[in-house]
């Protein structure tokens, strides 16, 4: 019997709604296999700061590292001071644990509705550095509050941590049918950090000889994933610039409720992270109408990565079918996880 | 008779083309009046910069300033190194000018093909701020070609620069039917900037009662213009986020070949300069293949700043008449331009 120590970090708004939805279907998942999980669910969001002030103790992150992932629903909430749980918590969590792989797939399930009008196929996966860039928190301000302030960013970007994303990116995308991979940046504006990943796509390309390379400005990359998302195999990108197309990207592949991604750390000396795209929602928040769909597919992003295939697949494949199904009829939160549970357990073998 | 002198920066790859067509409307639409209009040419750009080096002389500045509005085709060039013209000329220029108001229009016009496949009422300015934020300049690079490189980007704001952007959008909201103004930017991550930015638009708010505000993170802003763009009246945002957001915004609203921009300093102590918001497309330059109605549309956006409100109308007017009848038939550069100058000379009063 292998034993997954999984920590539950269920959050706020509608993460913890979600999360059970997510736990529920591994459940089934794993049911008859010789794979057991063990769950230690952790008091971390916006309940955790209001009554001690604190948002990820040394203590907590020792104890996180002593899993094989973490599952996470997610962080923020309206009545804590914007940036405190991002940047205290879930960046924390993301820096602290390396996780510099944001890895965030894009496909558009047959018959899910999309704004797009011709969206062609549609199925991509984002590599998102996920430890330096304009995240690395390196900024602050002076004269707060006068005429004077002057308030800086510092995007951060070096050769060790680009090049170790871009090497995953590149090998991700060998690994796929149309072997393709997109730099976007804005090397014409942000040339020393633009040039940095320039260079370091095509120093990496020369291992990956038969992946073939493009690039385009982070501008140019939002026109095309509405004109023709089919283009895209591979995108390797920065942190912010990875934040931002890849809600863009959830936008056109049936939205943010469908939108999985994983906190990777490739070199496995940490737990990884796996979560949906989407924020807490606290206007929807305890009403049973959030769509768990997305932690469903993050569960099936982790057991991907730890080495679960056949599970993971089951999950992805009762999604798909589940989702081809929908009609447009709401469904609860655990009304939408029940159905995905039921067809992964239809799916696994008796 | 009011002269008015324009400098012209036709720039690389299809900048010449479609300025030409935006002249030749320009003075069908002044035919008849008190307006003449005295063209300096400037040869800016990459034949330039290939020659002598040099991409905007202290001269060449300083020659601009004498003239009452810039038209500007495109910067760039595959054959320059990146960076170089679109630093050392296009955002001179804007920075030089102080051309703090970066104002991009998005409408989508009845008839003109959307990748949207309801896209609703789209009509909306998004005010890019045009002098500060990741754009100033202010990276750098350190051990650059070692394992051991770190480059950086400095995003630069003041209270004085993001105070005057966003007290010119309000004033744009509050001059618009809907009186509604949405700032975007990424407050939960960039906290120093971010919070500068929002605590600005609260303060300047105060002045502006009747207009309505909210805020969106840059990423969930891509989402909306998507799946909702007509909920967007006056986007106010940074000069990143801005570019990013407006090439989508052209995507949904008919292509970057319509969407025209104003680099524009309100307090009028510089030129300001109108130019498209595409690039020099080099894959088609010199093949009277480029769309000029964005430059068409730089043109009337000139006439307003200039208080040629009259015949800026006129101008789109005609744009918006002729596009209304486009069926997809190709057309050259300058049959677009003769089509438009035509549908102008016939709204000028005899
Ligand atoms: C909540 C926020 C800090 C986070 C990010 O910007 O990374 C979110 O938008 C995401 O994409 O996971
Ligand atoms: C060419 C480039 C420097 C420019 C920018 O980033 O501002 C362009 O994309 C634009 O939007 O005008």
Chains 1, 2 share one sequence.
Do not use: C
Request: proline share 6%; charged share 25%; aromatic share 4%.
């Amino acid at each position: 019997t292998r034993t997954i120590k999984l920590a539950v970090v269920a959050g706020d708004g509608i993460g913890p709604e979600v999360v059970a939805e997510g736990l529920k279907v591994l459940d089934v998942a794993l049911a008859g296999s010789d794979v057991r999980v063990e769950r230690t669910p952790f008091d971390l969001g916006a309940a955790r700061w209001h009554r001690t002030g604190e948002t990820l103790t040394d203590e907590d992150l020792a104890a996180i590292r002593e899993h094989d992932a973490i599952l996470l629903g997610a962080i923020g909430d309206p009545t804590v001071p914007s940036g405190v749980l991002e940047r205290g918590l879930l960046l924390k969590l993301r820096f602290a644990l390396d996780h510099y792989v944001n890895l965030r797939p894009s496909t558009l399930y047959p018959g899910v509705p999309t704004p797009l009008a011709d969206p062609g196929d549609v199925d991509f996966v984002v590599v998102r550095e996920g430890t330096e860039g304009p995240y690395v928190g390196n900024g602050g301000a002076i004269r707060v509050g006068t005429p004077h302030e002057v308030a800086n960013e510092v995007s951060v970007n070096t050769a060790f941590g680009v090049e170790r994303v871009v090497r995953d990116a590149f090998a991700r995308a060998q690994a796929r049918p149309r072997k393709k991979l997109t730099l976007v940046h804005k090397h014409n504006v942000l040339v020393h950090a633009g040039h940095l990943w320039r260079r370091t796509v095509e120093a990496v390309g020369a291992e990956f000889p038969d992946v073939a390379v493009d690039y385009l400005h982070v501008d140019a990359a939002t026109i095309f994933l509405v004109t023709n998302p089919a283009r895209f195999d591979v995108i390797v990108t920065d942190n912010l610039f990875g934040d931002i197309l890849t809600d863009l990207a959830a936008a056109i592949s049936g939205g943010i409720g469908l939108a999985a991604s994983g906190n990777i750390n490739p070199d496995r000396t940490t737990p990884s992270m796996f979560e949906p795209v989407h924020g807490s929602a606290p206007d929807i928040a305890g009403q049973g109408k959030a769509d768990p769909t997305a932690t469903v597919l993050s569960v099936a992003l982790m057991l991907e990565h730890l080495g679960l295939t056949d599970e993971a697949r089951r999950i992805s494949d009762a999604v798909a079918a589940d989702i081809a199904e929908r009609d447009g009829t709401a469904r609860s939160t655990s009304a939408v996880g029940d159905a995905l549970a039921a067809g992964v357990a239809d799916r696994v073998p008796a």
